[in-house]
């Protein structure tokens, strides 16, 4: 993978990831007594390759728990 490729992969995750942070702070904001949270993120690969689609499709899915806020 080149340098270019690479730094367009680190600028869709890190946009993801500063938008999901604020997404999920969000809910829980006006969720208060939400939590924890079940949360799956997911990566799907939406290129139209026509007729010559990747034997292997490229697809990621984490799940994983937020905890709600501890109250201060």
């Known amino acids: 993978m080149d340098d270019s490729s690479r730094s367009d992969v680190r600028s869709l995750l890190k946009a993801f990831g500063i938008q999901a942070d604020?997404?999920?702070?969000?809910h829980l904001a006006r969720n208060?007594?939400?939590g924890p949270l079940q949360i799956e993120l997911q990566l799907t690969?939406?290129?139209d390759y026509g007729d010559?689609?990747?034997d292997q499709?490229?697809?990621l899915t984490v799940e994983g728990t937020v905890r709600k806020p501890?109250?201060?």
Not at 22 to 26: G, K, L, N, R, S
Request: charged share 15%; hydrophobic share 40%; aromatic share 0%.
């Open 70 to 72: 501890q109250a201060g």
């Open 32 to 34: 208060p007594g939400a």
């Open 22 to 26: 604020e997404a999920i702070v969000a």
């Open 45 to 47: 690969d939406l290129t």
């Open 52 to 54: 010559t689609p990747p």
């Open 57 to 59: 499709p490229l697809e």
